[in-house]
Nanobody
């Protein structure tokens, strides 16, 4: 069992930056692929980024965030991060951290463990 707790959301102006953190409980954090998803108001939850346990670089939803967001992890701290730069109003959403045993997955259905979400609001 893995429990995930996100933090770092908030209100920021367009062009600004935020760093989200997700702390996982359990001793097997390093064995999971960690992902970030987001859900904008009135829309379905969508994939943002994922990072496998052995990956040096993450995979991203290229159309919306690549080049602006960076996923990273610190296995010693059981923490995954999402650095978000050059934020846009369309990045406004609840951001969820999730964990899966399926290496590198981008599919929401593959993720077994979810955090409660953290709100990110980008003003224009």
């Amino acid at each position: 069992q893995v429990q995930l707790v996100e933090s770092g959301g908030g209100l920021v102006q367009a062009g600004g930056s935020l760093r989200l953190s997700c702390v996982a409980s359990g001793r097997t954090f390093s064995s999971y692929t960690m992902g970030w998803f987001r859900q904008a108001p009135g829309k379905e939850r969508t994939f943002v980024a994922a990072l496998g346990r052995w990956s040096a670089t993450g995979s991203y939803d290229a159309d919306s965030v690549k080049g602006r967001f960076t996923i990273s992890r610190d296995n010693a701290k059981n923490t995954v991060y999402l650095q978000m730069n050059s934020l846009k109003p369309e990045d406004t959403a609840v951001y969820y951290c999730a964990a899966t045993s399926k290496y590198g997955s981008r599919r929401e259905d593959d993720y077994s463990y979810w955090g409660q979400g953290t709100q990110v609001t980008v003003s224009s």
